[in-house]
Structure formats: C-alpha cells, structure tokens
C-alpha cells in the first residue's frame, strides 16, 4: 500500500466530508478510496470512520490520527515545493483576511514585510469581524483567532492570542480598582457582540469564573472597544496584540491580574493543501515563524 496516499484519501475524506466528494476530489474511483481508507485502517489497527448511507464520522482514533496525517502531509509536500521551487521566485496575488484588530495592529505591517522580501507578490488585505467563506470570496488565506476551528478546515497554528482585563486609569480613579471577580458586577464591562464574555478562565488554572458586570457599551469591532476603554467607558476583556503599548504606556492599567481569559489560538487557515502556490506557502512559513514561538512578540 501506498501509505502516503492512503493518508491524503484518509484527510481528503474527512475534508469533504464523503468517500464519494472525496474521490472527485481526488481524480479516483469511490471503490478506490474505500480500498485505501481500508488499507491505512489495517496498517493502525484502528477503525478511523463512522460509515453510515448519509454521512461520515471521526472515531477517538481517526480524530487522534488527523492531526498526524496532516502534519505526514504538510512534510511531504514541503519536501515537494521546496525540490520544485528551487530557483523559482514567488509571484501572483494573494487574497488575506483577518479581523480589523488584527489586521490593523499587526498583519498589515507583516504583509508589508513579506512583500519587501518577495516584491513580486502583490497582497490584498480584507477585514471583516465575521468568518469569512474561503472559496466564495476568493481568499487565499484566513487569519482567524479562535479555539474551535471546524475539523474539515486546513489551518496552521502561527501563534497565540493572550487577553486581559483593562481599564483607563481617569475610570479606576472615579470607580475603584477591583479587587474581586464579584467586583465586577459594579462596574460597566465592556463587550464584543460576537463574543460571551459571561465566563472565562483563571490563567493558572481551569476553574470557570463569573465576570459579569453591567453591559453598558459593545460593539462588533474591537478596535472601537479599545478606543471606548482608553476614553474611560469601563472595563474591557482585550487581546495582548492591541492593548500591549497601552499597557506599557500606562493609558490602560491591567483589571484583576490574577484572572485571565482562555488564550485562543491564532490560525493561518487555507483551503487546499494540493498543488499550494509558492508565494502562499511562503507566507504561512513568513507567518508563522514572525509571531510563534513560545512567546508572541507582542507579548515579550
């Protein structure tokens, strides 16, 4: 068995979310992909699908398998490129989408970075609050901030996304400074209308806390929510990768220090892993090694 395809059949079919989409996908025979899907199933000694006459679905072992198989992928089509792209320069436009926050605090500049090293790429950057759809907006990539990423998505983790609880220090001085959680129920709290911001967690462990306040002022965009809290409207839950200089400046002063907010993962999400232009993989790599690490940059 080629095992190497088999994998792409395994991922190929949980990405379309059929054995026979995927086998359109695929240029194969239905029979075909079943065979391999049998063969990487034997070769694991695990049953990886749930078969029924309407859908597919992951069993424990095909959800702890996927995330090797992609990975086995993403090497082997790296060796790929790389072999192919050897003397090649990067060229074509490329569609990105991010939210505002992001995009404005710290993709732009990153973009424009990447373009200095490959001016032969021309960029696009779209902003938008919501997810938008790949294939029917036309975008090549998809910076989304997130822990709950559909399992169907191709995606890259490129690093991660920190909060805090922060308010204008003109607000704390006419307000108090919390001292508690419970606090927080005599403050205006500010919130992101895409978001609950009813229940987050302790930074040091996994205990759920309620920091419910008096919901005073929200909004879609956080950028207007960091622009409400420095002109002192209350308490805003608010990513490291935007407040940080204020922060250090002191136009915002951290809220309850010892409760943070779940970090989220920010993710560079694509549709295809097959036949990925040069220009696009490059900007992953560019991405991901710009704001991973242990640390984000923004937070060092």
Known sequence: MDRLTATRVFVTVVEQGSLTQAADALDM???????YLAALETWLNARLLHRTTRRISLTDAGESALSSCRQLLDMADDMQSLAGAAGREPSGRLRVASSPSFAESQLAAALVDFQHRHPKVALSLITAERSVDLAAERV????????????????????TCRS?????????KVHGMPRRTADLRKHFCLSHVLVSTAQFRLGAGSKAVDLTGVDMFSSNDTSVLRSAVLSGAGIGILPTYLVGADLRAGRLKRVLASVEPEALGVHAVFLSRQHLPLALRLLI??????FGGRVAPWDA
Do not use: G, K
């Open 140 to 159: 090549d990539l998809a910076v989304r901030i997130t822990n709950t990423l559909e399992p169907t998505l191709i995606s890259r983790r490129i690093a």
């Open 164 to 172: 805090v609880l922060c308010a204008a220090p003109d607000y704390l």
């Open 285 to 290: 790599d560019f991405l991901a090694q710009r």
């Open 29 to 35: 025979s239905t029979a075909m992909v079943s065979r």
